[in-house]
T-cell receptor, first 113, second 115 residues
């Protein structure tokens, strides 16, 4: 079985400041890792994913996440946030042999001027 | 192209009633997933279809919940004898296949409220 822990339920941040959202997972098998974003009144969208290869993955809008196998973490970072980054962010894992995603509880990011 | 659509967007029902929630996946996607998102929580897996068959229904909470996908496209999630605890947003997702590296595309969800 797998579990996903997002350590912060809410992260307030000022515009143009950096942000880090923490995600730790536990699993008895190797997993694929994902970050999804849910903007207000919208559906879940894939932000970025780690499947294999380079442990640092990046999105088109400036987010990046690094897979750390020894620490079983997949933290999400952005060096400078915009107001439009206000959203809820979900970390998820997908085991090798199954199609389902297991999500963390989510981190609400609120960006203020 | 059209994304995943779900109907209705909102459903209010009374305790004990029967409800059906519909999901239209992206055309050609063989894998379809149902998740449930309760307030303040991340989505929780309910059931996964590969084609017409349920490949994994381990997330269905009890026998009041049932889902079908008779022609391998549209899926219906059915809840009998609804309870207040069933109130949540029900999400549907589809992917081209069920293999692990296929992205799941989510619909906007159906918000179910059981009074």
């Amino acid at each position: 079985a797998q579990s996903v822990t997002q350590l912060d339920s809410q992260v307030p941040v000022f515009e143009e400041a950096p942000v880090e959202l923490r995600c730790n997972y536990s699993s008895s098998v190797s997993v694929y890792l994902f970050w999804y974003v849910q903007y207000p009144n919208q559906g879940l969208q894939l932000l970025l994913k780690y499947l294999s290869g380079s442990t640092l993955v990046k999105s088109i809008n400036g987010f990046e996440a690094e897979f750390n196998k020894s620490q079983t973490s997949f933290h999400l970072r952005k060096p400078s946030v915009h107001i439009s980054d206000t959203a809820e962010y979900f970390c998820a894992v997908r085991p090798d042999s199954w199609g389902k995603l297991q999500f963390g509880a989510g981190t609400q990011v609120v960006v203020t001027p | 192209g059209a994304g995943v659509s779900q109907t209705p967007s909102n459903k209010v029902t009374e305790k004990g009633k029967y409800v059906e929630l519909r999901c239209d996946p992206i055309s050609g996607h063989t894998a379809l997933y149902w998740y449930r998102q309760s307030l303040g929580q991340g989505p929780e897996f309910l059931i996964y279809f590969q084609g017409t068959g349920a490949a994994d229904d381990s997330g269905l909470p009890n026998d009041r919940f049932f889902a079908v996908r008779p022609e391998g496209s549209v899926s219906t999630l059915k809840i009998q004898r609804t309870e207040r605890g069933d109130s949540a947003v029900y999400l549907c997702a589809s992917s081209p296949t069920g293999t692990r590296d296929n992205e799941q595309f989510f619909g906007p969800g159906t918000r179910l409220t059981v009074l």
